[in-house]
């Protein structure tokens, strides 16, 4: 017995000690009781006679105890009748039956009345460690503190809290508290029932966590499988959550994932039949219906019944898709008429290729009938004819070349894909165009034959040309073409000069800032009162101060700094009369 081999050899080594303090004790019982019962006269008697009846009775019942193995209460009477010496006989036989029975409490209590503490904290260790064993998770704390072992008697309290979690249903937290109590299996059955809460409550990673600390493989990777699945689902893999269905053992859930992807490619494809038959499989049925809508609108489309196409799409809520069918419908109308172009534009609408370029080759045969070359040869470009098209535009370009439009001629020349007809022509319209002075025209038509130098004398003449005419806006244009920064930058000093006469305040600005003139730009846009503008050209010229100034005085609404890119625009153009005054 346990008890025998921490208890049982040392009670026989150390009777001899205890009939000595026995002894001792028993002199002490009989001074004590001598002492307290001894009146401030003599005891009469008839008391002495009483108190000896009543030792003699104890003694008496303490024999039969001990006879009848009542060590405990023969213990308490002997002690009644002051016998010592065989009271702590008595505890000694209490504490060997403790220790028979294995009650380290009652052994305990035992070595505590024997005076033998070291025993008595072992026994109390011993209890402990069988409150721990059958969970009395509260009466260990108390008995590892009775034994001074503070350290287990908190590990057991923490035990105790641990149980009281797990009895509200706090598993997590109990399984925390398990772990700090040194209960690593309760801690695992904690995370099991932890992880069953989770699932419950489809909390799939944390339920992966919590069965992984439990200790349960399988049922983690399943419920790890499950929140991948529902997380690609999330993002529409659904391929990969039909992967991860499958592993989690949800073949229902992996074929409808498996339906989700394949609909989804048959609609990308727009195969609506069968798009809808797998959105009816995936559980989806209204994208079943609408995909059912859509069959029917392309049912009607190819039968050419496009208005009622339209009307089915409408219905299925694909207002691009019903535009196209009423376009459709009113190509077919206005082929009907004979309306070849309108017609081509409409299949154009219609999303309908190889009927647009059908209604273009038609329109393309009507205008080479009615000798529109360069038209005909347009439509055949629409129509993907490029073979026929360049036929057409070359003979196009030739009779615009005898009809003396070499510029129409050397275009069309260029489209038929005839460069050096196209420079020939060119070259003829350029030449025609300095005989007729037209130098802008002529600069156009040398660019166009390639010849940079001509080009530019060419600009030259015509920028020369429009100073003469006081067309400084142009003229500066022209020079600005010609790469001639100085020239240029001196016209738009001149355009200023006279938009400032004519009190044309911004565009007297802008042109000031063209001609690199800032300071003159600021004092023109000020005396216009366009102060934000004017504060913007100030800052050119370093003069933040006084352009600050002006910021505070502009009025709410005024417009920011100029883009001094203002288009050009012919009507705008001074009166060269009024020029020359």
Not at 166 to 181: C, D, P
Request: negative net charge; aromatic residues 8%; hydrophobic residues 40%.
């Amino acid at each position: 017995m346990p008890g025998e081999a921490i208890l049982g050899s040392e009670v026989t080594d150390d009777m001899d000690a205890l009939v000595c303090l026995g002894g001792l004790l028993l002199v002490l019982i009989f001074i004590f009781a001598a002492a307290a019962s001894a009146p401030a006269g003599k005891k009469s008697a008839a008391h002495k006679f009483m108190s000896k009846a009543r030792q003699r009775k104890a003694a008496g019942q303490a024999t039969r105890c001990m006879r009848a193995g009542e060590y405990r209460q023969a213990a308490e009477a002997y002690m009644q009748a002051g016998m010592a010496e065989e009271a702590l006989a008595a505890w000694n036989s209490v504490a060997d039956a403790a220790i028979q029975r294995q009650d380290w409490a009652e052994a305990a209590e035992a070595y505590d009345q024997l005076g033998m503490a070291d025993k008595a904290r072992e026994a109390t260790e011993l209890h402990a460690m069988d409150l721990e064993e059958n969970a009395h998770w509260s009466d260990a704390a108390d008995a590892w503190g009775r034994a001074g072992q503070p350290d287990k008697a908190k590990r057991a309290q923490t035990a105790a809290r641990a149980e009281e979690l797990m009895a509200v249903g706090s598993y997590s937290q109990a399984a925390k508290a398990w772990e700090k109590a040194s209960q690593p299996d309760r801690a695992r059955d904690a995370y099991a029932s932890y992880a069953e809460v989770c699932e419950t409550q489809e909390n799939w990673p944390e339920a992966a966590s919590a069965w992984r600390k439990a200790g349960q493989r399988e049922p983690a990777e399943r419920a790890a499988s499950v929140a991948l699945a529902i997380r690609y689902e999330r993002d529409e893999s659904w391929s990969q959550a039909a992967e991860a269905w499958d592993k989690a053992g949800f073949s229902e859930k992996a074929d409808r994932a498996r339906a989700h992807s394949e609909a989804l490619k048959l609609s990308s494809a727009e195969d609506w039949p069968a798009a809808a038959e797998a959105w009816a499989r995936a559980g989806e049925p209204e994208r079943a219906e609408q995909c059912g809508l859509f069959a029917t609108a392309e049912d009607r489309e190819s039968a050419g019944r496009w208005l009622e196409a339209a009307e089915a799409w409408e219905s299925a809520g694909r207002a691009p898709a019903a535009n196209r069918a009423r376009a459709a419908h009113e190509a077919s109308q206005l082929e009907k008429d004979g309306q070849w172009l309108p017609a081509a534009e409409a299949w154009v609408r219609a999303g309908k290729e190889q009927q647009s370029q059908e209604a273009y080759a038609q329109h393309a045969e009507e205008c080479a009938k009615a000798g529109r070359l360069a038209e005909a040869g347009e439509a055949w470009v629409r129509a993907g004819k490029g073979k026929k098209a360049k036929e057409v535009f070359a003979h196009a370009a030739q009779r615009m070349a005898s009809d003396g439009k070499h510029f129409e001629a050397g275009e069309v020349w260029e489209k038929a894909g005839r460069v050096e007809q196209a420079t020939q022509a060119f070259e003829a319209a350029a030449l025609a165009a300095e005989t007729e002075g037209d130098w802008e025209l002529a600069a156009d038509a040398w660019a166009k034959a390639g010849d940079a130098d001509k080009a530019k004398w060419s600009l030259g003449e015509h920028a020369a040309r429009c100073e003469r005419a006081g067309r400084w806006l142009d003229a500066a244009y022209a020079w600005e073409r010609t790469g001639d920064v100085y020239r240029a930058k001196r016209a738009y000093g001149e355009h200023a000069t006279v938009c400032e006469r004519q009190r044309r305040y911004s565009e007297a600005g802008e042109a000031w800032a063209k001609a690199d003139n800032w300071r003159r730009a600021a004092e023109v846009l000020e005396a216009g009162n366009l102060l934000l503008e004017a504060a913007a050209a100030w800052d050119q010229v370093g003069q933040t101060t006084k352009a600050r100034s002006l910021r505070r005085q502009a009025r709410p609404g005024s417009r920011g700094r100029p883009s001094f890119k203002r288009p050009r625009d012919e009507d705008d153009e001074p009166d060269p009369d009024a020029l020359v005054e």
